[in-house]
């Protein structure tokens, strides 16, 4: 069966769930799961009920697909994604990007947790990520193109819509959350990065460093969608005391900013 085929079979069957027609998606992070606790849940699917989509594993992400409302307006909240270095294909961690495309999302709103490498930030800070480089990472539009899906060439000049991050800025500004803006440099992981690596990706030119988002941006850039995306700094990659990170305090880390992280989102999607 073809990627397409499962799409248009996927959305078939969500299409029941979606009455209200919601325009805004939403990708919950590692940690970031109480978000939930912003959203008037209508239903939640659990993702091994809907076709094709793949089952999440890995602790801290609970798996549904969520129909509800945030401050009014119609959302689809993935509590829990799909990363590459649990074994998916890229084709897979893509598909419910994909397939909320197909139900008529227009703009996607991702999260993550993600290692700081910028020396002048801390954990607990949030980042709006304005640019990724995604090349350490497999891209999820390699193999045949499908017209009906995307372009073979996608532009990337503006994978994270201007507009948006200016409005994140603002409600920053508004609710006195700080907010940095910067590069987001995506890896497989499911290893941390060595120091030589953290210190590596920092004269890159990134930011933050994390293991998901940037393969569902591409995906979301090639339908055509208005992406946002905000890190929330869990670690830091580049002290030169001891820096043994584990997935325990990434987990922390990302609960402990978890409300102001809801707030940007809830007035973002408000304001939408
Ligand atoms: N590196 C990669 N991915 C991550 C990190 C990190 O330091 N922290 C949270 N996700």
Avoid: W
């Avoid at 598909?95 to 495309?101: A, C, D, F, T």
């Avoid at 393969?215 to 820096?243: K, P, W, Y």
Wanted: proline fraction near 5%; include cysteine.
């Amino acid at each position: 069966m073809d990627t397409y085929q499962k799409l248009q079979e996927a959305a078939a069957y969500l299409q029941q769930y979606a009455g209200k027609s919601p325009k805004v998606g939403v990708v919950l992070g590692s940690g970031l799961g109480n978000f939930v606790q912003e959203i008037e849940v209508e239903t939640a699917i659990p993702y091994d009920q809907i076709p094709h989509f793949p089952v999440s594993t890995v602790e801290g992400h609970s798996g549904k697909l969520i129909f509800g409302s945030v401050a009014g307006k119609p959302i689809i909240a993935m509590q829990g994604r799909f990363h590459f270095y649990e074994g998916y294909s890229t084709e897979d961690v893509v598909l419910p990007i994909r397939v909320m495309r197909m139900l008529g999302v227009q703009t996607l709103l991702l999260s993550n947790a993600a290692g700081g490498v910028n020396p002048a930030f801390t954990v607990g800070d949030l980042m709006v990520i304005t640019d990724h480089i995604s090349f350490a990472t497999a891209n999820p539009l390699m193999g045949p193109n499908d017209n009906r899906i995307g372009p073979r060439f996608p532009d990337m000049s503006e994978p994270y819509r201007k507009s948006l991050i200016q409005k994140a800025l603002q409600i920053g500004q508004e609710q006195n959350i700080k907010l940095h803006q910067g590069v987001y440099f995506g890896v497989t992981g499911p290893t941390f990065e060595t120091r030589a690596e953290y210190r590596l990706i920092q004269i890159l030119g990134a930011d933050t460093v994390g293991m998901s988002t940037v393969q569902e941006c591409i995906a979301a850039v090639h339908m055509g969608m208005d992406v946002f995306a905000m890190s929330v700094v869990t670690d830091l990659g580049i002290r030169d005391e001891e820096n043994v990170i584990t997935h325990e305090e990434v987990l922390q880390a990302a609960k402990a900013a978890e409300p102001h992280f809801a707030t940007i989102f809830r007035e973002l999607i408000r304001s939408i």
